[in-house]
């Protein structure tokens, strides 16, 4: 496995995410089936990772995982307007089953608020049945024109959570909870990826919601990718499906309803946040692999003698660390050093005969590549070591992220700085345009408002293409 | 929640089972989709303990999990001849899909050895590639006439394996480790279900394999339900796909393959083993709650008294035991009593004011229902005893559906013996019949050959239908 094989991303970023999505044994394209990939076993893994960390975190904030049907009558998706005009384009429809041409067509689902909002009309009499506070994960499909692995995917792999409430209040709490408590700090805390906390535009929100809540992530070529939605529907779909409840004055009401999701999307998030030109990079909360054990010998009286260390500083890791020792016989140390940079494992151990007789071992951090990231330690102590390091590398990683996201950012003044701090990252500007001015500056430069950040400086400014003077300030970038 | 919404099983068997299935929090046949159920909070959080053990075996015996496309190209269902004949009639078609017709059509997978098929036939060149071992979790949909919760539904959620092996032998073995370590010892350990290990009968087999190997289990009425299938796919994919390795000798050779799966009708099994006219009944290593704790108070002195023990006696329980406390104010002990025995959780635990004095608290067994399951402890060593409780009820719950088995289990010598014998449970018989004598006996019997049990007697007998000698025992039953 040839360093060459991965594009350096000087020379073309498009090319190096595809080349390392390949070498790193994360995914394919599934040419036979149009804009779907298959997941390998190191993408997978990845994302079961993910997934456990998300779901203990939906969990502790009270929600329960359920499981809807994968089709959705196609009158479903007719029901709330907007939310026809935003999906009923992009929906794969089952019109035959069992051998003969269906009376109803089915769709597959593109996102279930439809047909969850149909089971919750049935199961919401009372508000002694509110808050309704479930979970899904689910594959969904959005036939997508251009696609791109984990980013852009006909068939992706998601979470969407459902929530029905009494009122406004505590359905934007919930939202904003989601928000917050789970996908910032799912983010933050495990992907080690900074995320601006922001509301949607009317252009940029959800089909069908009054208000998008986002999170917003700069990769390393100074676009934003939405990393995560948490949306308050207000009351359109328990209107669109009559969601109603008896409220304590026995008057009927309609509900509240949210809705919120993560996807797949996050491990191209993850690949453009922290990888290198060396492969992939994993902070080590999500690594399926945090520490490979490469033991290094020329014989075979050299091999027992270093496999025996090696069994020895690894016999109390299990349960404690997740690690690998790469025992094979037939590749030379330097092709598994390489292989395991490719595939971001956080650490590397290297024993040698040498260090059986000091004493030591070689160690070297994956974010760190070269001679700088390499050191040699006592074995004495290794697994608290290793275990700090660990920590340490996940701390450096977040820093490193958030350090080049402010490089990358810049107050804008007019629209000339926008046009010009748009090439190479986000710009901050004032804002009291019309959703006909955010389309106009999106023809003119291919940025759009990320978000609105829940951030805002408190001060008064000047709005950066209409001049009218606004406090509010937007984030523009382009996007993924 | 009265007692009677529960049809008892000697009354109907059928409505006893969709009763625990709706009153226990399930499911709920979605009757908009056409055989489809939404997996509610229990149902969903039984299948994810489930899963959680399934996948924690799968890895352990060296597979990778990995993803597949939800899409099949039509075409690929047609390239295995028995394959087409097995799955072609039930499958659903996407036909259309952004807006427009598809040239050519795809199926939601029914199972994927077509596809898989597909990639291996890329991925696999030479004898170093092999075993490829991955599995996948996932939903498959299957047009099924007719439906019953969890037992065979339109769309299920399973795991399927999918292997590929340089030989027979090893095609074999990866077969019948994955029968005996993950699906049998899954069964026994976990479910507590007795299974019996089996080969099927070329009636039975899967459409496409060269031998496929079963685990079956008796339900309370008698009848077989078959809870997991390993099949020997021999040759037969690798050469409708072309999965072919280069040797040792560098000769081109066509892989062997394997598959197996089980599916969200093991919850089908489990009610069906294990559940009485009370509810549901969950053995305690996959009980989403293990352990409830009633607080029993009449007015607010002794609720804070008793809620003041109840946390003390909890307090060290995170991660020590799946616990609730069910404090609400509004339901009476009487209620909540009903209300977890109706979901199964297996001990419940009440503590009243004179509990407080007295240093004691009441411990009630989900499996044995009653006085006769009631007993009164002291709060010392609480948390232990209910270790040891959890045990004991693991064992005991295995122990009667084992028992209830071999009393409903008969050799029988006689065509007449086995027409009886399949009424009230499985007949083992000794048999050297056709295909066709299988047929005929399940046309006039219900009944089939569930399998050719893996423990034979090794002594010779008289064929039940044909009177010739043979040593082949074989179980008949009816089957779900």
């Known amino acids: ?7 350096t991303r000087a020379k073309d970023y498009n090319q190096w995410y595809l080349d390392i999505v390949r070498e790193a044994d994360l995914a394919e394209v599934a040419e036979v089936v149009r804009g779907c990939i298959v997941f390998k076993p190191t993408g997978w893994a990845i994302w079961e990772m993910m997934q456990r960390a998300l779901d203990d975190r939906i969990k502790e904030t009270g929600h329960s995982n359920v499981q809807f049907p994968l089709l959705i009558p196609k009158s479903f998706i007719m029901k709330e307007a907007e939310h026809v005009d935003g999906f009923a384009p992009e929906v794969a429809e089952v019109t035959r089953a069992g051998g003969e041409d269906l009376t109803e067509p089915y769709v597959i689902r593109p996102t279930s608020e439809t047909i969850i909002g149909h089971f919750y009309s049935k199961w919401i009499r009372s508000y002694r049945d509110l808050p309704l506070l479930y979970n899904q994960w689910c594959n969904v499909m959005r036939w997508e024109m251009r696609t791109r692995p984990f980013l852009r995917t006909s068939e992706f792999i998601w979470q969407e959570g459902h929530t029905a409430h009494v009122n406004e209040a505590e359905a934007e709490a919930e939202t904003l909870k989601i928000l917050h408590e789970v996908y910032a700090d799912f983010a933050e805390q495990v992907m080690a990826v900074p995320v601006i906390r922001g509301l949607k535009t009317e252009n940029e929100k959800f089909p069908g919601a009054l208000r998008s809540y986002c999170i917003e992530a700069m990769m390393q070529d100074g676009r ?24 304590h004055n026995n008057t009927v009401q309609h509900a509240w309803t949210t809705s919120w999701g993560v996807s797949t999307r996050l491990i191209g998030a993850l690949i453009m946040t922290h990888s290198d030109d060396e492969g992939l990079v994993i902070p080590p909360r999500l690594a399926p692999i945090q520490v490979v054990v490469v033991p290094i010998f020329k014989n075979d009286a050299e091999r027992e003698k270093v496999m025996a260390t090696v069994h020895a500083l690894t016999s109390t890791w299990k349960g404690v660390l997740r690690f690998k020792i790469d025992d094979r016989d037939n590749l030379s140390p330097g092709f598994k050093f390489n292989e395991w940079e490719m595939k971001g494992v956080p650490v590397r ?25 390499k050191s040699f330690v006592p074995q004495e102590g290794l697994t608290e070591r290793i275990r700090d390091l660990l920590e340490a590398i996940q701390q450096a990683l977040f820093e490193r992220a958030l350090r080049f996201r402010e490089q990358h950012s810049a107050d804008v003044q007019s629209y000339e700085e926008l046009k010009v701090q748009v090439e190479r990252g986000f710009a901050r500007a004032y804002w009291a345009g019309s959703s006909a001015d955010e389309k106009r500056i999106q023809e003119e430069t291919r940025a759009t408002i990320r978000c609105i950040p829940l951030d805002q400086p408190g001060t008064p400014g000047i709005c950066v293409y209409t001049g009218k003077e606004t406090t509010q300030q937007v984030i523009f970038a382009r996007a993924y």
């Open 1 to 7: 496995m040839p360093k060459e094989v991965i594009t």
């Open 224 to 247: 934003a990718l939405q990393a995560g939605t948490s949306h308050n529907l207000g009351q359109n779909f328990a209107k669109a499906f009559e969601i109603t409840y008896t409220d």
């Open 349 to 373: 151990i290297e024993v040698g005969p040498k260090d059986v007789e000091k004493g030591s071992v070689a160690i070297a951090r994956r974010d760190i590549p070269g001679r700088e990231g």
